[in-house]
């Protein structure tokens, strides 16, 4: 038998360690967690609250763990040295704790390693420490935090009978990012203008420009930092908005009738710093917008990766890299691009919360041959793996350089402007492809007279605020301090797996009863959903694992302060409104639609009709506005393809989608028409004059899995 004993997590680790370490070392996997809270006592918590200790219950997660701990006991026996190697976070060092408790370790080794490679490993293994008691009670108060928060908060939403399940400390705040954006879209009443632009037979267009007001989006010469966007995303030049189709006509005819000149060149050279290497939530955002992986699958493929050795460890808020590290890209850049090798290299500033201790993701080898890797992995991890090589070399190359031009002109007493820039260095950009491609503009000097070519104007309508995607949601999750890294993956599948939220057209859209049950917790819990709460919730826990608090009276303190009278006031709340016992899930006699009702955002019931006059056999009906006296009914109309109500006119915002016209920019909106029988949908153009020539073609089917035109193609 062999004399060393490493306890590790994932068995995806093991083949890869015992090439490490070899004959002498057993290495046994636990498999996760193999023990949890039990579910006995007060509301199944499996823990009891007593004065300033908080005493818990533990028994086996399920029974493949009641079968690894066995196998585990068998394998101690034998063995001289055991060491705990399980993932270097805050959750690791309490599965560690957890497997020394049941497997009775009197003197349990911890080591330590952020990449599965020989030095790292074995370097780890030569320095064990004790296990960290502050970052144990760290993992047990937010075991204990978010089961008290679930299973006591969780009955309130059963007695409403709608087939809500759960609530949760993290899952509930994050709901409520997603249930303001959605009321935002519901409200948005979308309005009409107008971009004014002239083009010169110079070789260059400008836009109307009013120095009054702020030009209402961003511009194409716009650069951005975001991984949640593509390299490409950006929105289209615009003039200063203009209100009406008299004001845009007057504008034109101006510039058509008046001489123009240039009276402002001016052109400045401006630096892009590179970015920083990548934390989990970043890796989320990159691999969702330019590879189209959810964050589910983002972390799967970058497991493997760890598994394997070539990246270090995936969940981590650090943008820190080691000295080797730096002085390898270094190296690199010397070999092979020496001008991108900076005079000083970037200092990346860590989040306050992060854990300093950890490093960023990045390569273990940066030398590693692209044409091995590929036999080696598959074309998913290849692509994840290349994003990560490129991204943590980007972030130790030089600040890209770029010169931005901007021209204003004048006919009679009004302005135009025009922008464009330049790339005159890529630097780090050379490898993370982040910037505009902007117009360049001809050479003109202040004074000089321009020829016009043309002067028009095109009309346009306020868009409402985009739902999020899931990597941007995580962008979000961040920023507000909502959850740690290794909570942003499943926070976003339970929301999914609750039926809260769906996921349309790449976009996270609540559903009905998600915004149900966001509105009944903003009634009954309302502290629990705003994100400075959560947020300081997530500090006291960084604080307990770095022994500035004492994990059992914060937990105890929080349910006395606050979580127990909360509780209390919302038991009242419910009594008042005759919600005292829990009731049975409703069933719903009528058939509901997917079309929401404009007044109150609940999902229109589908009526049957036998009338002659109606297109459908049906038509739509808010049973919740009935209640409250309100009678809201939509009819299907044949000639707009389209849901209406009597009188309606002009699209509701539910309506818009995240597609843009390629005519003219605007969001496209969705129609419904019936073919053969069948409910179909169309997208079409949001602009509310559709009858120009330039619209006719523009209208996209649901076919081949995706919206196509026979005109533009797929729409992407």
């Known amino acids: 038998m062999a004399k060393n004993l490493l306890l590790i997590e994932s068995a995806g680790k093991i083949k890869k360690l015992k090439s490490i370490l070899g004959s002498d070392w057993q290495i046994k996997a636990s498999m996760g967690h193999v023990r949890e809270l039990a579910k006995d006592g007060e509301a199944a918590l499996g823990f009891d609250l007593i004065d300033q200790r908080v005493n818990c219950r533990f028994q086996p997660a399920n029974s493949r763990a009641k079968n690894v701990i066995k196998e585990l006991k068998e394998a101690v026996k034998y063995a001289k040295h055991i060491y705990l190697a399980t993932d270097p976070d805050r959750e690791g060092e309490t599965i560690a704790w957890h497997l020394a408790e049941v497997l009775k370790l009197p003197n349990p080794m911890r080591v330590v390693y952020s990449e599965i490679t020989p030095s790292a490993v074995r370097s780890a293994i030569a320095s064990p420490r004790p296990l960290d008691r502050n970052l144990v009670g760290s993992g047990l108060a937010r075991s204990c935090l978010d089961k008290l928060v679930g299973f006591k908060g969780s009955p309130l939403l059963w007695k409403l009978g709608n087939g809500a399940k759960s609530m949760g400390r993290v899952q509930s705040a994050t709901l409520h990012v997603l249930a303001v954006r959605e009321r935002e879209i519901i409200a948005f009443k979308p309005t009409p203008y107008w971009s004014v632009f002239v083009d010169y037979k110079e070789g260059f267009r400008a836009f109307y420009f009013n120095p009054k007001q702020t030009v209402s989006s961003s511009s194409a010469s716009d650069l951005t930092n975001d991984d949640a966007k593509s390299p490409t995303d950006e929105n289209k030049p615009e ?15 101006i510039a058509k009738t008046n001489p123009h000149q240039v009276i402002k060149v001016e052109s400045k050279t401006t630096f892009r710093k590179p970015p920083p290497p990548f934390i989990t939530s970043s890796l989320q ?233 966001d509105d009944f917790l903003a009634l009954v819990l309302p502290d629990l959903l705003k994100t400075e709460f959560t947020a300081q919730m997530e500090r006291s826990l960084d604080e307990i694992a770095s022994g500035q608090e004492n994990w059992q009276k914060y937990l105890t303190g929080w349910n006395r302060n606050y979580f127990e009278g909360a509780l209390a006031q919302a038991e009242r709340y419910l009594a008042q409104q005759g919600h005292s016992e829990s009731q049975p899930h409703a069933k719903k006699e009528l058939e509901l639609s997917d079309i929401k009702c404009p007044a109150c955002a609940r999902l229109l019931s589908k009526m049957p009709s036998k009338s002659k006059k109606l297109a459908v056999p049906y038509f739509l009906k808010c049973t919740h506005c009935k209640d409250r006296g309100k009678d809201v009914v939509m009819f299907y109309d044949k000639q707009r393809h ?10 509701t915002a539910e309506q818009f989608t995240d597609f843009k016209c390629p005519v003219c920019d605007a969001f496209l909106v969705e129609h419904e028409y019936v073919k053969d029988g069948q409910t179909k949908k169309m997208l079409r153009c949001s602009v509310a004059n559709r009858s120009k020539q330039k619209h006719k073609d523009v209208a996209f089917f649901w076919a081949r899995e995706c919206w196509w035109s026979k005109k533009f193609g797929e729409l992407r």
Not at 334 to 350: C, E, L, M, S, V
Not at 480 to 507: E, N, W
């Open 642 to 651: 389209d849901w209406v109500q009597p009188g309606q006119n002009t699209p």
């Open 285 to 517: 955002q990159a691999a969702g917008s330019r590879l189209k992986y959810n964050p589910k699958k983002t972390m799967e493929l970058a497991q493997k990766l760890y598994e394997k050795g070539l990246i270090t460890y995936m969940r981590t808020d650090s943008v820190v890299l080691s000295a080797d590290f730096r002085a390898a890209v270094r190296d690199w850049l010397q070999r092979k691009d020496p001008n991108n090798i900076p005079d000083r290299q970037p200092n990346h500033r860590n989040n306050k919360n992060a854990q300093e201790a950890h490093e960023a993701i990045r390569p273990t080898d940066i030398n590693k041959p692209s044409v091995q890797l590929k036999q080696e992995l598959s074309d998913e991890e290849f692509q994840l793996y290349l994003i990560i090589w490129l991204r943590a070399v980007a972030s130790l190359c030089k600040s890209a350089r770029l010169r931005k031009t901007t021209i204003t002109t004048q006919s009679e007493d009004i302005f135009w402007q025009a922008k464009g820039s330049i790339v005159e260095f890529l630097g780090y950009a050379k490898y993370w492809k982040n910037l505009g491609s902007d117009k360049i503009l001809p050479q003109v000097r202040s004074g000089q007279q321009l020829s016009l070519e043309k002067a028009d104007s095109e009309e346009k309508v306020t868009q409402p605020p985009p739902r999020y995607s899931e990597p941007k949601l995580v962008q979000v999750m961040e920023r507000k301090g909502i959850g740690r890294p290794s909570t942003y993956a499943p926070t976003v599948k339970t929301l999914k797996d609750r039926k809260y939220v769906a996921l349309t057209k790449g976009k996270l859209k609540p559903t009905t009863l998600g915004l149900e049950v």
């Open 239 to 253: 003039s200063s908005k203009v209100l009406s189709q008299q004001e845009a006509d007057r504008l034109v005819q």
